[in-house]
């Protein structure tokens, strides 16, 4: 079985271990075993779209957050003040540590099968609690070694050794306190809830995680920026609150030997806090924690407002016109709040629809200096076309219905005595344009009607029906699958960026004649119009469909 | 005969609660060598957590257990003798067989070389050998349940917990493991066994023990329950002993209930 250089280097503290009434070699296979589940395990950070059976995961993951770190370690260097700089960079590697943590290691911090598989077995508890902590202590140190390494060569070269111990002696330091305050999160919501919401939770931090992943590649570019911003750093109370100031206040402290008391002070937060925290983790959360956990496989209820019941299932009947349409629209709906996995596939991709055309606002405006100017450039601008990125990406998303976790189920389509498959594609469709693609694009187009005032009003309904228009080329376009019938693992095919150009280009046509009906009178209204009667005319079109164009048997 | 035979599992006054859900209200057992125990009752009655309690999964108990006649308070080691299916299968999945079953044998104590023939060898004899090098996870669900079976036995233990050992097991495998069962009974191994399938317990167990709310309600040899009750299954006795006679009432209004839609 394979051996890992960690536990090679773990063996010669053996006799420490042996010393603290622990079962060193009992200990030692318990890790291996959780390290090679680890290498198996798929990190949020990859994606659930390959096939990753047999590979290392965990060693690609690696890469990627080595890959970011770089990114973090650029941070260092714009000329900014010393301590302005290193509050950003511990900033983000806290941020990128803490949420890798929640995403990925909470299956391992809220492992309860562990429990049922090991104490069965002749093993001591504190065997057990030494794994448990050794592993989560080497997961930690290999995420933030990844995260962080970058920034310590960057520094190294930049300030030198001295930077380099001080920041070294800080990670380990950060580490201590991204376990407590992860284990405070999970006991706040354990205390307060049940399992299940834990799990949606985590479910968030997964998605936060992913769509930063996303967005930060459109800033990454722009670190450079700002050595252009001057920044002058003075010091106030509230910034003794701030976990980074303390961790930034070292290198102030050491390398440009600034004795202030203000520095010194938060210097000393920097060692007092976590080691505060660590005592209150082994004392107070440890004992307390493991008796919550219980509460992990439990959930309540799931409640639902009556009222907002009735208006779901009254909306159900005013937009699909038959009863299988009507149950698979609500179907749709009920799977979209649910799964999990889903989400995590779809909301970032929902968060980039959101942020996209802000930040090609954000990119056109970037060289305009004054305030006034940049308001008077947006409010008279054509800045809502940028509303034209919105709906391209949403229109991506319908393709999404056809993965989920729960495929197994999708047997049903086959077994019940459904005659067309004509209501089910409908009321899927109608269902995610319903729950999801008019609440994400209203949300957008209100922060454009804020910014550009009312008058955008017709334009941004001519932007919902052409992305209509979008969102019916694509599906005619694209295979025609069941909703929720396929793993996410099995793999997309590659028509896929076929039918993505044809939908890019269309957007694109849309976009050019709204530019140019806008400069007559009556242009937009005609426009809308025009363009309702293609959605109507494609509607009618695109769902000629029988078992037969149906891909993939169920 | 009785007090003649070795007491290998003793429960004085065992209570547990979860919250302000008491599981458990007293319960008292003394279980001796060579015996296979039919440990019964309702859902939720607490069965499997005075079988969780006996293996130190569960603590915070009120009580006393003893196994082999040693406190369970006072270490760890009594576990080696010790062998568990429990009842959901609780496996790491992501590891193949062959990575899973030498991790249990070697925390039980075995080489590694040792528990990966024996391992290999106890596999191909339930007739899973080709999936030894495969993840758990791919397994289907009477595979999962071999791979427990195999999981407990591996260390040739004194006693053994199992908690419905046979669901998903096909017929001819049912028949196997039975048969290893009272094998086992009769070399003086203690088998704990519980189940919903009465038929089963019926037949294998040469005592039975039945448990409702947290009580012991009825304990004895098959013969002796049904002197005691006057009915002919153990499938009756259960019922009649823990108070449910309405299985016809349900099952009526069950039928009209689906009656009704078609009546629109």
Known sequence: ??????????????????????????????????????????????????????????????????FIGVFIGLLMLPPLPLFVTMNIVIGTIIFMVMVTMISDFSSVLLDVKDKNILLPRPVDPQTINAAKILHIIIYLFTITAAISGPSLIIGLIKHGMVFGLIFLLELILICFLVVFFTSILYLAILSLFDGEKLKDIINYFQILLAAFMLVSYQ??????????????????????????????????????????????VLSLLSIVIPGLTTILYIFLVIPYFEGKLQKLNSSGPIRRGTIKEKLHRTAARLLCFNRTESAFYRFTQNMLAAERKLKLRMYPHLAFAVLMPFIIMANSLRYTSSWSDIIHKISNGDFF????????????????????EEFRGAWIYRALPIESPVPVLKGALKGLIARIIIPVYLFTALIFVLICGYDIVPDIILIFINMLILILISFKMNNKELPFYRDFQTNQNYAILGVMLISMLICGACAGLHLLVRTTSFGVVLNIIASTAIVAALWHKSFKITWEDIKGSV | MKSSAEVVVSLKNLTMSYGSNQVLKGINLEVFKGQIIGYIGPNGAGKSTTVKIILGIADKFGGQVEVFGEDIKRGTDYKRRIGYVPETAEVYET????????????????DYEIVDHKARKLMTLLGIDDVYDSRIASYSKGMKQKLLIISSLLHNPDILFLDEPLSGLDAN??????????????????????????????????????????????????????????????EEIFNQLTGFDKHKAIADEFIAVLEEGSNL
């Open chain 1, 1 to 66: 079985m394979k051996d890992f250089s960690v536990l090679k280097l773990l063996d010669r503290f053996a006799h420490l271990f042996e010393k603290l009434s622990v079962d060193y070699s009992t200990m030692r296979r318990i890790l291996q075993v959780k390290l090679i589940m680890d290498e198996r395990r798929v990190p949020t950070i990859l994606g659930n779209s390959k096939k990753n059976e047999g590979k290392n995961t965990f060693k690609s993951s690696l890469f990627l957050y080595g």
């Open chain 2, 173 to 234: 495998s049912v028949m196997v493991v039975k048969e290893i069962m009272t094998e086992l009974a009769s070399q003086g191994k203690t088998i704990f066994y519980s189940s919903h399938i009465m038929d089963v317990v019926e037949k294998i167990s040469n005592r039975i023990v039945l448990i409702s709310e947290g009580n012991i309600i009825a304990d004895g040899t098959f013969e002796e329950l049904k002197g005691k009750c006057r009915e002919g299954s153990l």
């Open chain 1, 385 to 404: 076309f940028a509303l034209y990125m919105t709906s391209a990406f949403l229109a991506l998303t319908p393709p999404m219905l056809s993965t989920s």
């Open chain 2, 95 to 110: 590891l193949t067989a062959r990575e899973y079953l030498t991790f249990i044998g070697e925390l039980y104590g075995i």
């Open chain 1, 219 to 264: 800033f990454m570019g722009r670190i450079f920026d700002l050595t252009r911003v001057t920044i002058e750093y003075s010091p106030a109370w509230w910034h003794f609150l701030i976990p980074t100031t303390w961790y930034a206040a070292p290198f102030t402290l050491f390398l440009e030997h600034n004795y202030t008391a203000y520095f010194v």
